[in-house]
């Protein structure tokens, strides 16, 4: 639809038909089954593998009282669930309850197109089909209870009738544990090749690209164990097709694990802690005791090299996580495919990788469809907004990450906005993507602004509920305003609860921070990175405008810090010092520190000092705004003297290397204000 003049917008309330793509079901999969019979072992371990493999499964609480109707909520289950698994056991019909259900899955079966895979547990499908044996049983049972009347004993023949001719398995003299891998690879098969008739019409370009990589390098007929790694820039969809990919034929290994941001998690030192995810992941075990990285590799190439495993290694930049987490391909059992996405070409070739697929950009075509679905909600752009559609098409160079970006801050915008923004991306620009993805930083509110810096320095990969008292103390209104960010794509919400961002958006945000003092970063009013912060501590060169200090230090380095620093630091609202791999929990003497703390800001809303090696709290700190605060493995004797009136604090978590009388009296005085 054409707009009639320059100063309107395009239209807010046009869409493709291709948006309609969420799943309408509420469940993947409904359970039916007779208790006495399966829930303590094959239905018990068939859920388990369900929730495993990430497929939302209902099964009926087993302290649900059984009366005379089935409930409500139960049936309703029925008919939000795309698939129905019938374990037809010996007493499946003898149970009024099972019956009702199995007459109400048929039922969607035929209205609602509900697909039903019948397991026949230690039954004959036969028998089932003509109810014969225990199922005749079953009903002369039924026949004699005056309250079942004949209509629904038809039905309930129909029903088994029906289901008795449906292709299934027949759990007979088979391991059960095949079987249920059998079940796994049909489910997860069938909702992959859904979810991608729904991902591939959002995600423009990636369909052909996901197929290319699978008919060249990642197909089960090649063998062997092999290494393949996607290369390309920031931003330009390396991790987003290896979530496809993996979505698409995780099903065919015995275990999986995806390891996202590992560039970001090795920075910060936590080589262990990701050989453990891996280890967790594909062994299925919640612990894993490894102390260092040496013990890490030991443990991964002695433990994973007899099983077919998929394992996607996201956003790698160095060799250390390499070798920490797939040194070798003998690590693994055969059929194994480990997929590493990285910048970095050069350092896929040198791990020895099998193949390299290198993603180019977006064509025109492509990248016109992809801004025009965020920018109009269409694959094509209106009629009069065509040029300027292709001007920031041109401009994004088919970067998938900007035409997003751009596309969803011109969303619902006039002609006039759209040319003020195209005459500012082009002067800002001069050839640097990072120009693009400041728009939309520019266009924030200021407290808005200070959100998205402090979630690009310090919160990005947390869970948003675990700092939202944080936020808060801070001004920033979180539910307000990350709902602004997201809106504008500065952000992203994990299904998990977690804060996140695109590498590109958060490297924007930390340039901005690096260019408030490019040679002092005593200067920023921001600090994270290992060396500035070091540089800052040792050199004693901190200011006021210091706001935020997040500092990783190895138990194995030893350091020489200044803390007299702090006395600089008037503004200093989060101080975070830890140390990394620490051993049995204790902290090594290797820090050299003064005698005491002389000084905190009073601004400080969090401070999370792993090993705070002093005995004391500053005298003169006034914790008024404090209000997390986390001191693991602490020398402290005293957090402050006398009763502080004001108090905000809300999350507190000591642990002490030595207690006495006095800490106790301590931990029940602060636990008593909450």
Known sequence: MATQATSSSPSSTSS???????????YDVF?????????MNFTDHLYTALKQKGIITFRDDEKLERGKYISVELLKAIEESKYAIIVLSTNYAFSKWCLIELAKIVECMEKTKLTVLPVFYHVDPSDVRNQRGTLAKAFAKHEEDTKVNTEDMQAWKAALKDVGHLSGWHVHDRHESIVIQEIL????????????????????????RVNEMLNLYLDEGLGGVRFVGICGMGGMGKTTIAQEIFKRISSNFEATCFIANVREETNNQYLVSLQKQLLSKILMESEINIWDVSEGISAIGNRLCNKKVLIVLDDVDGEEPLEALAGKHDWFGLGSRIIVTSRDRHLLRRHGVDDVYTIKGLNDDEALELFSRR??????????????????????????????????????????????????????????????????????????????????????????????DILESFGYHPDCNIRVLMDKSLI????????????????????????ESPKEPGERSRLWIYKDVLHVLQKNTGTEVVEGIMLNISIQKEEHLNYEVFSKMKKLRLLKINFVQPQHGLIRGNVQLPKDLSYLSDELRIIEWYGYPFKFMPTIFHPNKLVELRMHCSRI?????????????????????????????IIFLVYNRF
């Not at 493709?16 to 509420?26: E, Q």
């Not at 359970?31 to 829930?39: A, E, M």
């Open 16 to 26: 493709s038909s291709s948006f309609s793509s969420c799943p309408r079901w509420k």
């Open 185 to 208: 690879k049909k489910i997860l098969g069938e909702l992959n090749l859904i979810s991608q008739n729904i991902v591939f019409k959002d995600l423009v370009g990636i369909e052909s």
């Open 637 to 665: 004797i005293q957090l402050w003297k006398g009763i502080k009136v004001r108090f905000s604090l809300k999350k507190i978590c000591l642990y002490f290397l030595f207690i006495n009388t006095r800490l106790y009296l």
């Open 492 to 515: 992203t919400i994990e299904e998990n609860g977690i804060l996140w961002m695109h590498d590109l958006l958060q490297k924007l945000g930390q340039e901005i921070i690096r260019r």
């Open 31 to 39: 359970l039916s089954f007779c208790g006495v019979d399966t829930r």
């Open 375 to 468: 920018a109009f909600k269409n694959p094509q752009p209106e009629e009069n907004y065509a040029k300027l559609s292709k001007d920031f098409v041109k401009c994004a160079n088919g970067l998938p990450l900007a035409l997003n970006v751009l596309g969803n801050s011109l969303f619902d915008k006039t002609m006039d906005e759209w040319k003020s923004a195209l005459d500012k991306l082009k002067i800002e620009l001069d050839g640097n993507i990072m120009k693009i993805l400041q728009i939309s930083f520019d266009g924030l509110m200021d407290t808005e602004k200070e959100l998205f810096l402090d979630i690009a320095c310090f919160f990005k990969g947390k869970k948003k509920d675990f700092i939202r």
